[in-house]
Every structure is written in structure tokens, then in C-alpha cells.
């Protein structure tokens, strides 16, 4: 397994940036897919998006296509989720989560994972 740490939330206004960082350790990375999750106060936990480590196919789920952006360094072993014209509704926990050959062609629950993180806070404010 994978061990995955989060960093990079914060307080931000709405129409606003910020870049998430999910660095990855423990193992090789090129066999996984890496899952981007969000947990609202009173809300189920949200598939946000993913990208497959091998070659940086990512998807998007529609509340933030065009809006949020994955990538990844192979260098730093670390994925970032680029967040821009946010809104309130964006506030939540937001998690990374790793799970072997996934092929990241649609969402997938927070469950079907083997690692996810501690989480960051991301609140927008209005």
C-alpha cells in the first residue's frame, strides 16, 4: 500500500485559486490511480476526480469540470488538485486516495480505495 498526505487547503473567497498537494510514498506509483474526494459538513463524501499515475488521463466529475485541474510530478511523487473559480458549495475536507490499476475512466466510492489521506480543509468564503 500507499501512504498519502494532503496539504495546501485553506480560507479562500469565492472566484478564488488554491492548489491542493497529495504526496505519495511507500511504493512505486506507476501501477495506481489516484482518486481526489471532498466530505461537506452533513453530506456524503463526493468523487471530485482522478488521474492515472501511468500516463495523466484524468476525470473530472461535472460540478467541477473546467474548474478544478489534476495533475501530477513524477519527480515528487505528489499529485495536486488545482481548484479555480471556487464557490461556497466547494467548502469541504477534501482527501486523496489510492487505488491500484485503477483506470480512472469514471468515479469510483471512497471505499473501493486501498489508502486515502488525513484530509485538508478547504472553506470559500462569500
Known amino acids: 500500500q500507499v501512504q498519502l498526505a494532503e496539504s495546501g487547503g485553506g480560507l479562500v473567497q469565492a472566484g478564488g485559486s488554491l492548489r491542493l498537494s497529495c504526496a505519495v510514498s511507500?511504493?512505486?506509483?506507476?501501477?495506481?490511480?489516484i482518486g481526489w474526494f471532498r466530505q461537506a459538513p452533513g453530506k456524503e463524501r463526493e468523487f471530485v476526480g482522478g488521474?492515472?499515475?501511468?500516463?495523466?488521463?484524468?476525470y473530472y466529475t461535472d460540478s467541477v469540470k473546467g474548474r478544478f485541474t489534476i495533475s501530477r510530478d513524477n519527480a515528487k511523487s505528489t499529485v495536486y488538485l488545482q481548484m479555480s473559480s471556487l464557490k461556497p458549495e466547494d467548502t469541504a475536507i477534501y482527501y486523496c486516495?489510492?487505488?491500484?490499476?485503477?483506470?480512472?475512466?469514471?468515479?469510483?466510492?471512497?471505499?473501493?480505495?486501498?489508502?486515502r489521506g488525513q484530509g485538508t480543509q478547504v472553506t470559500v468564503s462569500s
Open positions: 488521474i492515472r499515475w501511468s500516463d495523466g488521463i484524468t
Open positions: 511507500g511504493r512505486s506509483t506507476s501501477t495506481y490511480g
Open positions: 486516495a489510492a487505488r491500484r490499476y485503477w483506470g480512472v475512466a469514471g468515479p469510483l466510492p471512497s471505499a473501493d480505495f486501498e489508502s
